[in-house]
């Protein structure tokens, strides 16, 4: 049996992706049997209006949304209060007890990141995250928490301290969303289950590597939390940065969650930003942010261009470019790798997931002109379903494998390098497109 506890569960992220991802897991028998999930939020519901609320998410032509709903209980509490963790508590003891059975306990953190060191803190104190679970008896009691985490590096420090005190770092599953992107995943087979790659993975042979995770949609509905954040925390911080490792990493001895992270925390660990002149730093605002934002002014960057090296010798001297924005002319998710006779390998990841290498081959005719033809490899051509990154994380959490979660170390690496180059790009002019 498991219990799944989403605080903020009528939020946005709840029921735009996680109610469909645990109906998909659902319908699938991928979730253990006799599973519960409970609803945490202020509103004034009941279980029978909340499940009526999820429900009216989902679709009607589901063929098992009926007995789904039947999983979902409704808490009305408020995170600030001591009271509502110690009835939350209550109310699992009491679920535990009605069945005579110890359920595994799995509690998503879908709030705003600025209540975490609060809650963190009550959670410390009613201890309801430790109820009756313990790994010896084969149960487990785990704590899943949003990205941001964090506005820089003094402050995830803070957060990881309050939340070291709660729970063992074991028990922690720090989502970054992308890492269980289909097409990033791939980066790691295709680099190393192909043997002519790994040969060439390095400065000798690749010139640049480009990074690029362009928005259509500006800040709407958004913006006053983006305000505070702007792009570079917001996705440099962590989808970006998670992007490149992936891209650098060392072949993991074994392909499993915790071989692949240890590289992963390796890579960051000797990225820095590279020398700061104006050509490879850049950051702006979309015109019409303000409206947007619905703020009067604001010197929050949109859109950035940032560029790292790697203290690694087998990097050195190679630049890393991200680039990031909203309201720009596509929706695109890229990474590029030049190599330095012109090749190029093309990773994409939005709007399709799809490979693409351009060899040189030659022009037909009488001498040996050449030219660039693309070889490519598309899930969508080839029929293969990709599935929801909300789905893979829930059932990974629920399996204990933390191959698309986030460790303390790669946390505090990712805020040290985007520290660095906020304090140094203040003195930059803020751009305008
Ligand atoms: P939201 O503001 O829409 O929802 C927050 C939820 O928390 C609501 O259910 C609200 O009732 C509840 N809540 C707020 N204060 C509370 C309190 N004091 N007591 C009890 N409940 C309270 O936020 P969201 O967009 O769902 O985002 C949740 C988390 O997911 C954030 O950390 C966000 O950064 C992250 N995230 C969201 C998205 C997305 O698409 N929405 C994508 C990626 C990450």
């Known amino acids: 049996m498991l219990s799944i506890v ?88 009491g679920m535990d007890e009605q069945y005579k059975i110890c359920a595994s306990k ?11 060191a609060d809650v963190f803190e009550l959670l410390k104190k009613t201890n309801v995250l430790n109820t009756c679970n313990s790994e010896e008896g084969g149960t487990w009691s785990r704590l899943l928490i949003e990205k941001p985490f ?11 301290e309050r939340l070291g005190e709660v729970v063992s770092e074991d028990r922690i599953f720090r989502i970054d969303h992308y890492l269980a992107k289909e097409a990033l995943e791939n980066i790691l087979v295709f680099r190393f289950k192909n043997v002519m790659f790994n040969g060439v993975w390095n400065r000798e042979f690749i010139s640049k590597i480009s990074i690029r995770l362009f928005e259509k949609r500006g800040v709407e509905g958004r913006g006053e939390f983006y305000d505070e954040v702007g792009a570079l925390r917001d996705v440099g911080q962590n989808h970006a940065l998670q992007m490149l490792a992936l891209v650098l990493m060392d072949r993991p001895l074994q392909f499993d969650g915790a071989h692949i992270r240890a590289e992963r925390e390796q890579v960051l660990k000797t990225l820095r930003p590279y020398e700061f002149v104006p050509e490879y730093f850049e950051r702006a605002q979309y015109e019409g942010y303000a409206d947007h934002a ?32 909203k309201a720009m002319s596509e929706d695109k998710a890229e990474i590029v790798i030049d190599f330095v006779d012109g090749n190029t390998m093309r990773f994409e990841i939005q709007p399709e997931a799809r490979i693409a290498f351009s060899f040189n081959v030659k022009e037909t005719g009488y001498d040996y002109s050449t030219t660039a033809k693309s070889f490519e490899f598309s899930y969508k051509e080839h029929e293969m379903f990709i599935l929801d990154a909300y789905e893979k994380i829930l059932y990974q959490a629920v399996a204990g494998d933390v191959t698309s979660f986030v460790s303390t170390v790669e946390v505090l690496e990712q805020w040290r390098i985007i520290d660095e180059i906020l304090t140094q790009w203040k003195t930059l002019p803020l751009g305008s497109y």
């Open 106 to 116: 799995l509690f998503y953190m879908s709030v705003r990141p600025e209540l975490y």
């Open 294 to 325: 619905n703020v009067s002014s604001s010197e929050t960057e949109t859109y950035f261009r940032v560029t790292l090296q790697s203290e690694d010798e087998r990097w050195q001297g190679v630049p890393f470019e991200i680039e990031s924005g």
């Open 6 to 93: 989403i605080f903020g569960g009528t939020g946005d992220l709840a029921r735009k992706k996680l109610f469909r991802s645990l109906y998909n897991l659902y319908s699938k028998r991928m979730l253990p049997q006799n599973t519960k999930i409970i609803g945490f939020a202020r509103r004034d519901l009941n279980t029978d209006s909340y499940r009526q609320f999820v429900s009216d998410e989902l679709s009607d032509d589901l063929d098992l949304k009926s007995e789904f709903l039947e999983c979902f209980y409704y808490f009305q509490g408020d995170l600030h209060n001591e009271q509502s963790y110690l009835d939350l508590r209550t109310l699992l003891v």
């Open 150 to 160: 964090g506005t820089n590096f003094e402050h995830a420090k803070f957060l990881d």
